[in-house]
C-alpha cells in the first residue's frame, strides 16, 4: 500500500522560508508524477508544483520564482522549497504521487503566513 506523509508546516512570517517534505513508502519514485497541491480556507484547491520524469516541473504562476520542487530518490523523498512568503500562501499542503497504478495523497500539512 502506498502511504504519503508531508511534515515541514509552520507558522512563519511574510518573507520567510519553508521546506515541505513527503516521505513516500509503498512505492519508488521512478517513472511516477509528484506534486503538491493546497488548498486555502474557503478557497478552491490548486495544484502549486509538479515534477515529472524527466526533470518536467510544472508551477502555478502565483508560485513561479519562489518555489522549487526537488527529489531525493535515494531517500524516497521529495520536497517543496518555499521562499519569499506570502499570507496568501497560507494553505493545507498535500503531497501526491501518480504513476501506472497508483494515485496516491497524502494527509496535508499546515502553512500558516502571518505577521
Known amino acids: 500500500q502506498v502511504h504519503l506523509v508531508e511534515s515541514g508546516g509552520g507558522l512563519v512570517q511574510p518573507g520567510e522560508s519553508l521546506r515541505l517534505s513527503c516521505t513516500v513508502s509503498?512505492?519508488?519514485?521512478?517513472?511516477?508524477?509528484m506534486g503538491w497541491y493546497r488548498r486555502a480556507p474557503g478557497k478552491q484547491g490548486e495544484l502549486v508544483a509538479t515534477?515529472?520524469?524527466?526533470?518536467?516541473?510544472f508551477y502555478e504562476d502565483s508560485v513561479k520564482g519562489r518555489f522549487v520542487i526537488f527529489k531525493d530518490a535515494a531517500e524516497n523523498k521529495y520536497y517543496l522549497q518555499m521562499n519569499s512568503l506570502k499570507p496568501e500562501d497560507t494553505a493545507d499542503y498535500y503531497c501526491?504521487?501518480?504513476?501506472?497504478?497508483?494515485?496516491?495523497w497524502g494527509q496535508g500539512t499546515l502553512v500558516t503566513v502571518s505577521s
Open positions: 501526491l504521487v501518480q504513476k501506472t497504478g497508483v494515485d496516491a
Open positions: 509503498g512505492t519508488t519514485l521512478d517513472y511516477a508524477t
Open positions: 515534477l515529472s520524469t524527466g526533470s518536467d516541473t
